[in-house]
């Protein structure tokens, strides 16, 4: 799907981030890593590069506006273009509800999880627009609901969703489409350690509290980190030319919308 396309990663950690990286790697890819941990982006490169493409790591705090500026430098020194963009950075918000999360805290989460993706993208519009890129924000299948204590959660999402919109909108005129995937529960590491977690709570075994989630799912599963790597990476590639300002749901039905 992305054969000899460049591809930025912003956000590359355990589960989705890898997945993202070495699946555009098996699509065709080259890949250009950014997060804060460098010893985790060397690790990811060594797979992306195992793959046959080349690899470029930037460790990069991807709120700061000097940092931000120096991987988009960097990805085009190297490289000499980018095609896509996918923003995966993500803080977890505060689980409060909204009339008792300090505010301070809501900021914080908007720094990460809205204006660090609005940045990049800013900054690399020049080179998608020559290129006749895309970009790809990860959302989350919280737009669907409003439970508590999701509130901030939600609200960071929505606010991501906004961007992901307008930008549609404002770059759609000079060949650049922005779109989303929103994942509900990936079946990783970190979801793992919640359902051990819970399982120990409950004094039940872990497989127990899978099969009650996977019980509401209409395929009776979980989503891996590879299955919604594909999906974003599918709104990247030329396969999806005519999809712009789309959110796409990857849930296995755990919600329809």
């Known amino acids: 799907m992305l054969a000899d396309k460049v591809v930025v990663i912003a956000g590359v950690g355990p589960g989705l981030g890898q997945a993202l990286a070495v699946r555009a790697a098996h699509h065709g890819a ?48 190297e490289f000499g273009r980018v095609d896509g963009l996918v923003n995966n950075a993500f803080a977890m918000p505060p689980m409060r509800s909204l009339g008792k999360v300090g505010l301070d805290d809501l900021r914080s989460s908007f720094e990460v999880n809205v204006l660090a993706a609005l940045r990049l993208t800013r900054l690399l519009t020049p080179a998608l627009v020559e290129s006749g890129g895309a970009v790809v924000m990860v959302n989350s299948a919280v737009l669907r609901h409003s439970r508590r204590p999701f509130g901030p959660y939600k609200l960071a999402k929505a606010g991501l969703l906004a961007v992901a919109q307008n930008l549609a909108s404002e770059l759609g005129p000079r060949g650049v489409r922005v779109n989303s995937v929103a994942p509900g529960w990936i079946w990783a590491d970190s979801l793992r350690l919640w ?7 409950r004094e039940v075994p872990p497989q127990q509290i899978y099969d009650e989630i996977a019980a509401t799912v209409d395929l009776r599963r979980l989503p ?34």
């Open 30 to 77: 080259d890949v250009v890593l950014a997060a804060r941990t460098e010893s985790y982006l060397t690790e990811v490169a060594g797979k992306v590069t195992a793959a046959g493409r080349r690899a470029l790591v930037m460790p990069a705090d991807l709120t700061d506006d000097d940092a931000s500026a120096a991987l988009a430098e960097a990805a085009l020194a």
């Open 224 to 257: 891996e980190p590879d299955e919604v790597a594909d999906a974003a990476l599918f709104l990247l590639s030329g396969l999806a030319r005519g999809i712009t300002g789309q959110c796409l749901d990857v849930n296995c039905g755990e919600f329809h919308h």
């Open 195 to 201: 359902f051990d977690y819970q399982a120990a709570q």
